[in-house]
């Protein structure tokens, strides 16, 4: 079995778009203050409740980002993130390359930091059919926590195995660790503090065949 694990958000979908639009809906103007303010939070909440489910996660780091605005969150506005997730936008490059991928033989994964019910919502609005899905209900945890990694080396059994992310921080560290074959999809053009981490980098989905196989 020849496999491509993939991280969803951030990498397949657009998960910044995502997160400051629907913030735009609850706090017109100021979408993108409220983003990078939910960004620092996120990952201390999955870290303080690794069970949480992921809905919970968005809702309390959301909690956190609009404290720090002074922005005056309703209490059922905490919840638009979990709502509107199944309509963030699938980057355009995805159905091509996840195409070529598959007509190369390869099978195709996504280690997600979500819940199942999310997941299941998201993957309808993939060009592309997955066929496994590791999420953090199954691993008990959250990236960059090896669990997911390891609950799908125990399933799959992957003679080949490459994992292709956006995170640097969340997937390609804990990757590293682990000795896997690794491709950066820098989106964001971030200049990490230690480079060694990732050798095999692009942009976006672009060449992706090809990079898999330098990989």
């Avoid at 919840?79 to 963030?88: E, F, K």
Wanted: glycine residues 6%; hydrophobic residues 45%; aromatic residues 8%.
């Amino acid at each position: 079995m020849r496999w491509i694990t993939f991280d969803c958000f951030g990498t397949l979908v657009d998960w910044r778009h995502g997160i400051g639009s629907s913030l735009e809906l609850i706090a017109p103007g100021r979408g993108e203050e409220l983003l990078e303010a939910y960004l620092r939070h996120e990952t201390a909440v999955e870290t303080e409740t690794p069970r949480a489910r992921y809905r919970d996660v968005m809702a309390e780091a959301l909690r956190r980002a609009c404290a720090d605005a002074a922005f005056p969150l309703n209490d059922d506005d905490a919840r638009v993130l979990g709502d509107t997730l199944p309509y963030w936008p699938v980057f355009g490059e995805v159905g091509e390359e996840l195409s070529a991928l598959r007509a190369a033989g390869r099978r195709l994964a996504l280690l997600t930091n979500c819940d199942r019910d999310l997941i299941a919502q998201t993957l309808r609005r993939l060009p592309v059919p997955f066929d496994a899905v590791v999420t953090a209900e199954d691993a008990g945890a959250y990236k960059p926590d090896e669990a997911h990694f390891e609950h799908f080396r125990k399933a799959y059994e992957p003679a080949e195995w490459v994992h292709v992310a956006q995170s640097h921080f969340h997937d390609m560290v804990p990757a590293q660790r682990l000795g896997l074959r690794r491709v950066w999809i820098n989106r964001h053009g971030e200049r990490p503090a230690d480079p060694e981490v990732v050798r095999v980098i692009l942009p976006d989905l672009r060449g992706l065949l090809a990079a898999v196989e330098r990989a």
